[in-house]
């Protein structure tokens, strides 16, 4: 480790983030390099893997164009993790007002994994089936069916496990508000789950 | 709703929510790493256009009245040489227009 390295470690974020607001553009590498892997982290969670860097990308912008709106009352990680959450949910909306043709359809392969996934008795090989290219699929399809805002609620309470005020507190909405739409998208990840089955039964009936 | 189908339904659910944990690698590309830098000197560089910007659109606005006032002086009939004269006329010692600055 170079001494140059050193000295960024030693600096505090809000020190970094004077410096900047001071005119040090550059020094805004130290936040960069700091925060890249985890906003990769979050974004990678949200979005399609083609669009993570790209996303990323809007991310840091916006970051930069806030900096001066940091009070430092809560730590910049979490600032950093609000900006990049609302980008996605950003990019997501603009998806949905864009989107002419319905996005993709299942196929013989999904249904398979299906299949799979139900009549799994053994552990092992189940979590092996749910890390396949499938079951992100299937996921993605099931989360197409729903609105930008049905999507991120979903994402951040049901899948990655935060609690209603938390995701509330990422995206600036009222605790109600996700409450109200966390559970409309639950209903509908179910709905298109019993989708999926009767596919597969209707499947099964012909053969 | 059977009591089947509802196992059905958690499984695969339980199944996509360990998809999505188990997520995908993150590889950042070292290209990426000076775009997103290059992008912030970029607007660095806008925003000091920007306030250069304002100085000169106060400049054009400065002249612009200023030639404004004198086509209006002239046309009302008023310039400085007679403006001084009149002044220099009503009080030739100067005893008013120098008050002011006397204590």
Known sequence: MNNEDTDNICQSDEDVIASILGGATDDFEIILKRYERYVFTIVIKHMPYEMCQEVAHEVFIKIYYSLGSFKGKTPFKHFVATIAVRCCYDYWRGHYRSMEAPMSSLTQEHSHWCDSIIAEESLEIFKRQQCTKEAREVLRWALNAMSAEERIVLTLTHLEGLSISEAAELLGWSAINVKVRAHRARTKLRKQIIKLISIKDKDGDKK | ?103
């Open chain 2, 1 to 103: 709703m059977t009591r089947d189908k509802d196992d059905k339904i958690k499984k695969i659910e339980q199944a996509l929510i360990e998809s999505f944990k188990g997520g995908q690698e993150v590889s950042i590309n070292p290209q990426w790493h000076s775009n997103v830098m290059q992008g912030i000197r970029g607007l660095q560089a806008e925003k000091g256009s920007s306030s250069e910007g304002f100085i000169w659109r106060l400049v054009t606005a400065s002249c612009c009245i200023a030639i404004v006032s004198c086509l209006v002086a002239a046309g009302v009939g008023i310039t400085p040489e007679d403006s001084l004269t009149s002044l220099f006329m009503g009080d030739p010692l100067g005893l008013i227009t120098s008050q002011p600055f006397v204590r």
